[in-house]
């Protein structure tokens, strides 16, 4: 029996473009989208930022040092942000499974503020009951660490949580820890697992 049911945001409950992120960040400071996603993402800074290494005025203060531009911080998070557009299909799916009284938990690699641009632009994040973010645990997938945290969030035995995520490498550490997981790659995909595991959205 399946109690709670664990997402992951990027590419299952919001798209999202790293090229419109680069390009739009770039345009503040006269770099290109590839000249920009060395600087930002090659380079590991993003990755840094998920992690929590960097907060938000700290992320600011290395893109100005990094590109010799004064930005205000709006303007950034802006830039920055504002690459994401919802899953709408899933969306009902979310309501559902709270009907019939399953817990939802998120389980994101992702800073705050991309995580906050969501919360603010899209009714998604509001459904679920519990977050885990990577830059809250300072931990990423597919460490163990932030498994380890969405644990404490489940409510459940681990047995009776189902798991999905687009990321193959991520769902297999989620099996690994004895969550039930399969691969996000579409919304009929997943109304399939979850049927599979006793569970009738339709």
Not at 123 to 136: I, P
């Amino acid at each position: 029996m399946i109690r709670t049911c664990l997402f992951d945001m990027g590419n299952v409950l919001v798209f999202f473009s790293h090229d419109r992120m680069c390009q739009q960040l770039g345009q503040l400071c006269g770099l290109t989208g590839p000249e920009m996603r060395h600087l930002l993402i090659d380079s590991g800074v993003q990755w840094d930022y998920e992690r929590g290494r960097l907060n938000t005025v700290q992320f600011q203060d290395w893109f100005q040092t990094a590109t010799g531009c004064q930005i205000t911080l709006p303007e950034l998070n802006r830039a920055g942000a504002d690459i994401f557009w919802l899953n709408e299909p899933i969306v009902p799916v979310l309501d559902r499974l709270k009907e019939l009284g399953i817990r939802l938990v998120l389980l994101s690699n992702t800073c705050q503020t991309h995580f906050d641009w969501i919360w603010k632009h899209f009714d998604v994040l509001q459904r679920f009951d519990a977050h885990v973010t990577s830059c809250a645990v300072r931990a990423v997938k597919p460490e163990p660490e932030i498994y380890h945290a969405v644990l404490d969030q489940i409510g459940c035995p681990v047995k009776e949580c189902f798991y999905t995520d687009d990321i193959s490498q991520y769902v297999e550490a989620g099996r690994s820890h004895g969550f039930s997981a399969e691969v996000f790659t579409d919304v009929p995909n997943l109304i399939q697992h979850l049927h599979e595991r006793g569970i009738d959205i339709l």
